[in-house]
């Protein structure tokens, strides 16, 4: 991800608003059995300020029937959506006392256990095959109330499991276990899959590329997501570049 990326109320349009809110994001580092095994590298201030403000109005300032279990995907690779989604689910868990748990349900092309640089042999596509309870796939990370469910080790049967009922058993699970839910889902134009978590979401986030993201590429899924009757919750505007330094941005 680049050191920038907005938050846009819909497809098109974008929004400067500044939180009065300052951001609490830490670097920290996953551990397993008390040892460190990796971390993540920490976001800039602006880019501190657009994951909170993204946390804040998807998840912590609606004033009914708030979303708990959020899938994002890009309308096409390469938008930056698994390491906005990973930012997310850290400054929620860094505002918020309940429990939150990163998902990656990209199958086809996992990452997060290997930004978080821990092994990914059992995970979400294990869980699809298994019948342990959920928490015993997902690690718990740093902070203390963040985990993650990896995409877990790779078979020919994953992607047919990833549209069966057993995924909808394990989302329920995953809600009854957990306060919070971020998905990492494949993208839009390439794959259903995320369709098929939007179904089981309370609601989609989409990332979109800045010049490169085409308007009628992002409104055509727009109005696929509403026609499969899964709410479009907001837009994230990433890779965005500015013409005038960020201490000038900041005081537009």
């Given at each position: 991800m680049s050191k920038n990326f907005e938050l846009m109320h819909s497809v098109g349009v974008e929004t400067r608003a500044k939180s009065s809110v300052r951001p609490r994001l830490q670097v920290w580092s996953a551990e397993t059995n008390g040892k460190k095994t990796g971390h993540l590298l920490p976001l800039d201030d602006l880019a501190q300020e657009e994951s909170l403000k993204l946390v804040q109005r998807v998840f912590m300032l609606q004033t009914?029937?708030?979303?708990?279990?959020?899938?994002?995907a890009g309308i096409a690779r390469g938008n930056g959506c698994?390491?906005?989604c990973s930012a997310a689910a850290r400054t929620l868990a860094n505002n918020e006392t309940g429990f939150v748990c990163l998902v990656d349900a990209n199958l086809r092309s996992p990452s997060l256990a290997e930004s978080f640089r821990i092994p990914n042999h059992h995970g979400l596509s294990d869980s699809l095959r298994e019948e342990k309870p959920i928490r015993t796939f997902a690690r718990q990370l740093g902070p203390e109330n963040l985990w993650l469910i990896s995409s877990g080790s790779s078979s020919s049967e994953s992607l047919s499991l990833l549209n069966s009922n057993r995924v909808k058993?394990?989302?329920?699970?995953?809600?009854a276990e957990f306060d919070y839910v971020l998905v990492d889902a494949p993208p839009l134009t390439h794959y259903a899959d995320a369709i098929t978590l939007g179904r089981l979401s309370d609601g989609l986030v989409l990332i979109l590329e800045a010049n490169a993201t085409r308007r009628e590429a992002?409104?055509?899924?727009?109005?696929?997501?509403?026609?499969?009757?899964i709410r479009v919750l907001g837009a994230v505007l990433n890779k965005r570049t500015f013409p005038i330094p960020d201490l000038l941005y900041r005081r537009v």
């Open positions: 009914q029937g708030a979303p708990r279990v959020v899938v994002f698994s390491r906005i058993a394990r989302f329920e699970e995953m809600r992002a409104l055509a899924v727009t109005d696929n997501l509403r026609a499969s009757q």
